[in-house]
């Protein structure tokens, strides 16, 4: 491993220094960033976040029946139906 030149090899100082200066302003964003996203998490609301994920529903109704099949035979019977 002692063999192999570094990635950095190529980089002048001022790209080192470029680099070291955004390390180091990631160090300092990360830990605000991750205290705004648990903010937000611990304010959201949970309904409206499924409900843009999922599509609005009427949850006064039950669900319908689970597919017995992945839908995989339905595709091979039109494949079927479709070769000369």
């Not at 990631?26 to 205290?35: D, I």
């Not at 409900?51 to 595709?75: F, H, M, N, V, W």
Request: glycine letters at 6%.
């Amino acid at each position: 491993m002692g063999s192999q030149s570094s990635a950095l090899a190529s980089w002048s100082p001022e790209q080192i220094a470029a680099g070291k200066r955004w390390v180091q302003a990631w160090k300092t964003a990360g830990p605000a960033l991750e205290r705004i996203r648990r903010q937000e998490l611990r304010q959201l609301d949970t309904y409206a976040a499924i409900a843009l994920l999922c599509g609005p529903a009427d949850y006064r109704e039950a669900p319908r029946a689970p597919k017995l099949t992945s839908g995989l035979i339905e595709q091979q019977r039109i494949f079927r139906r479709l070769r000369p």
